[in-house]
Nanobody, 127 residues
């Protein structure tokens, strides 16, 4: 069983930055893709960013393009989400996700494609 623990959330003013981290532990697979999703109050959870096992392929939702950067450190089983120029509409609980894969270049953008989820970390952006 894989456990995912997010950290780095908090309260920040509009225009500020935060860096989220998500560490995986337990029976981690040899190759796995990672993703970030978020859920604002009263809204469905939505895709934010994804990265392949190799790190060579990344994909972003339009809402984060140019502001967010996903990266990973496989030696630490950790994925990161650097968020810059934050806006009040970025306020949400951010979840990391983990998917066992065969191909190291694959990334995934749909919730149902992921095998494991973290508990979430709250990000609040004040105006």
């Amino acid at each position: 069983q894989v456990q995912l623990v997010e950290s780095g959330g908090g309260l920040v003013q509009a225009g500020g930055s935060l860096r989220l981290s998500c560490a995986a532990s337990g029976c981690t697979a040899s190759t796995y893709a990672r993703g970030w999703f978020r859920q604002a109050p009263g809204m469905q959870r939505e895709f934010v960013a994804a990265i392949s096992w190799s790190g060579g392929s990344t994909y972003y939702a339009d809402s984060g393009k140019g502001r967010f950067t996903i990266s990973r450190d496989n030696a630490k089983n950790t994925v990161y989400l650097q968020m810059n120029s934050l806006k009040p509409e970025d306020t949400a609980v951010y979840y990391c996700a983990y998917k066992v894969v065969v191909y190291s270049s694959s990334y995934f953008t749909r919730e149902y494609e992921y095998n494991y989820w973290g508990q979430g970390t709250q990000v609040t952006v004040s105006s």
